[in-house]
C-alpha cells in the first residue's frame, strides 16, 4: 500500500502563488498516474489536474488551466502542484492521489489527508 503526504498548503493573497507536494512511500509508484483534487467547505471534492507515469500527458479542469501546473519527479516519488494567479474560488482542501489517468475519483484508489489551501481577497 502506498502512503501519500500532502505538504506546501497555507495562507496566500489573491494573485500569489503555491506549490504543494505529495511524497509518496511504500509501495512503487512504478506506471501509476497521480491526481489533485480539491473539496471547499460544503462542496463536493472535485477534480484538479492529472498526470501520467511518464509525465507525458497532463490534464486541467477548466477552471484551473493556465494557471495550475502538475509535474512529477519519479526519483523522489513526489508530484507537484504549483498554483498561481491565485483567487478565492480556489480555497480548499487539496488532496493527492495515486490511481489511473482520470479526472473522475473513482479512477484512484489511495488519497492523502489532504493540506488546506486559503486564498485571501
Known amino acids: 500500500q502506498v502512503r501519500l503526504v500532502e505538504s506546501g498548503g497555507g495562507v496566500v493573497q489573491a494573485g500569489g502563488s503555491l506549490r504543494l507536494s505529495c511524497a509518496a512511500s511504500?509501495?512503487?509508484?512504478?506506471?501509476?498516474?497521480m491526481g489533485w483534487f480539491r473539496q471547499g467547505s460544503g462542496k463536493e471534492r472535485e477534480f484538479v489536474a492529472a498526470?501520467?507515469?511518464?509525465?507525458?500527458?497532463?490534464l486541467y479542469s477548466t477552471s484551473v488551466k493556465g494557471r495550475f501546473t502538475i509535474a512529477r519527479d519519479n526519483a523522489k516519488n513526489t508530484v507537484y502542484l504549483q498554483m498561481n494567479s491565485l483567487k478565492p474560488d480556489d480555497t480548499a482542501v487539496y488532496y493527492c492521489?495515486?490511481?489511473?489517468?482520470?479526472?473522475?475519483?473513482?479512477?484512484?484508489?489511495?488519497w492523502g489527508q489532504g493540506t488546506q489551501v486559503t486564498v485571501s481577497s
Open positions: 511504500g509501495r512503487t509508484l512504478s506506471g501509476t498516474a
Open positions: 492521489a495515486a490511481g489511473l489517468p482520470s479526472t473522475t475519483r473513482g479512477s484512484y484508489d489511495c
Open positions: 498526470i501520467t507515469w511518464s509525465g507525458g500527458t497532463t
